[in-house]
């Protein structure tokens, strides 16, 4: 007779970092999860938001660090489930974007395990709204290329990414983990064909009290200060306005009160 799990795994989006960017569905499976399984990157404010009851663990793997492996997380996911409890496994930015949620659901579907993906709000959404533009500005860009900067070599030692292919002067190009170093990546985007006056900013810790960034063009991208992670590259003619309009101060302010949520539990 099949095992009967009663469970269930909510893969769920914690957005950039800000309470206010959560969506209404993250946060009541959060009030009533019986376990959260969160990223590294998911910050205690969010974390406040949890019910009283609820078993919180990090799984957080951030590069360079070991800790717990995929095969590890996905075990505690569906040992929770087995068990009748409700699972929150909580992801920063969208969980579909260079998240390893294929991994996840693959595991989760083998183990016949119930589940449902909730979406955020990913980093380069929150960091061209923090610099009070537009991605898809029809003037200027048609399109968006969302890439990461980062491969593991055990996934693909030999595999670079085709930047011939990607670099279009209609599109806004984000990258995700874009390194600390990018005078490489000017000389190849340079090569694909993209004028050196196209506008790129980077921005680290996008929509939260430690937001930064800085403006360049492509042709000097290699002068960009090292910023700290997580961070986001955007390059692209859409990019033009960004840095005129003034923040609000909206995200220090659902920070603050989160922290005075999570001092009085």
């Known amino acids: 007779m099949a095992h009967i799990i009663r469970g269930k795994v909510y893969l769920v989006g914690a957005g950039p970092g800000d309470p206010d960017l959560l969506t209404v569905k993250a946060h009541r499976l959060m009030r009533r999860a019986g376990v959260i399984l969160h990223d590294d990157l998911v910050p205690a404010p969010i974390l406040a938001l949890a019910g009283p009851h609820a078993e919180i663990a990090n ?123 990018f005078a490489g990546l000017k000389e190849e985007l340079l090569a694909a064909g993209l004028d050196p006056a196209i506008p790129a900013v980077i921005v680290s810790h996008a929509a939260t009290p430690r937001e930064r960034h800085q403006s360049s063009t492509l042709g000097t991208l290699d002068t960009l200060p090292r910023m700290e992670s997580p961070a986001v590259l955007l390059i692209g003619w859409a990019l033009d306005r960004a840095g005129r309009r003034s923040k609000t101060g909206a995200a220090s302010l659902a920070f603050e009160e989160a922290e005075l949520i999570l001092s009085s539990l």
């Not at 693959?106 to 991605?135: H, M, Q, Y």
């Open 59 to 181: 799984v957080g793997k951030r590069c360079g660090r070991k800790g717990i492996t995929q095969g590890e997380i996905n075990a505690r996911m569906i040992e929770a489930a087995r068990r009748g409890l409700e699972v929150v496994r909580l992801k920063s930015g969208d969980p579909g974007v260079f998240g390893r949620l294929a991994e996840e659901v693959d595991a989760l579907e083998s183990a016949g395990v119930p589940f449902e993906i909730v979406p955020g709000v990913t980093a380069g959404a929150a960091a061209a709204a923090s610099l009070g533009v537009s991605l898809t500005d029809r003037r200027r860009s048609s399109r968006v290329i969302i890439v990461s900067g980062h491969r593991a070599p055990k996934d693909a030692p030999d595999e670079k990414t085709d930047w011939k292919s990607l670099a279009r002067e209609d599109a806004t190009l984000v990258i995700y983990m874009p390194g600390k170093e």
